[in-house]
């Protein structure tokens, strides 16, 4: 049973750039988060989707955006990338009304030039 | 001022020391995680507890609702061990964000 899968792995951009970054929850898993982790720093949450609509968002700008699909993957999009933006971006799912942790992804590390 | 405080934030120990990693959070939550980062990012979650005291293998972790604090302990720490721990508060009511702490890095030595 695969996890939580997101890709790609790593990515490198340039400031005024976009960027889509994808992940897969886990299996019979149907909300998806979205975190933002800087170097040296714990992460920060972006926003959360369930039922194909984002439910819960933290203090991020609207560059900053997402979607979730029908098969319950997900989508996080940013636009006019900064300097600020370089992160590992971490996907995090769990089954609504379950009990259980969530399980995340091994992130993808965002480089801006 | 974070709402969710670690300490302390760098340890090294030697092989086979007991190690505590202290949380201590201002909001009232669910629950609350601990997780392991290892280095390239990948978090594991350890527990999520929300009264009382969990155990899995060498891995204790404790929490005091009323005085906002949960404690990590490894027993019989070994190299493997070493990593980021990270505490996280779930607030619970439909809101999956997790609030973190800044983590902890750990170092076992040989």
């Known amino acids: 049973d695969a996890g939580v899968t997101q890709s790609p792995t790593h990515l490198i951009k340039t400031r005024g750039q976009q960027v889509t970054l994808r992940c897969s929850p886990k299996?019979?898993?149907?909300?998806v988060s979205w975190y933002q982790q800087a170097l040296g720093q714990g992460p920060q949450f972006i926003f959360q989707y369930y039922e194909e609509e984002e439910r819960q968002r933290g203090n991020f700008p609207d560059r900053f955006s997402g979607h979730q699909f029908p098969n319950y993957s997900s989508e996080l999009n940013v636009n006019a990338l900064l300097l600020g933006d370089s992160a590992l971006y971490l996907c995090?799912?769990?089954?609504?009304?379950?009990?259980?942790?969530?399980?995340f992804g091994d992130g993808t590390r965002l480089s801006i030039l | 001022k974070n709402e969710v405080e670690q300490s302390p934030q760098n340890l090294t120990a030697q092989e086979g020391e007991f190690i505590t990693i202290n949380c201590s959070y201002s909001?009232?939550?669910?629950?609350l995680h601990w997780l392991q980062q290892h280095p390239g990012g990948g978090i594991v979650s350890l527990f999520m507890l929300s009264s009382g005291k969990k155990k899995h293998g060498r891995l204790i972790a404790t929490i005091n609702i009323q005085e906002k604090h949960s404690s990590l302990h490894i027993t019989a720490s070994h190299p493997r061990d070493s990593a980021v721990y990270i505490c996280a508060a779930f607030l619970g009511g439909g809101a999956d964000g997790l609030t973190f702490g800044k983590g902890t890095h750990l170092i076992i030595q040989p």
């Open positions: 909001v009232g939550i669910s629950a």
């Open positions: 995090a799912s769990r089954k609504v009304g379950s009990n259980q942790p969530q399980h």
């Open positions: 299996s019979g898993h149907d909300t």
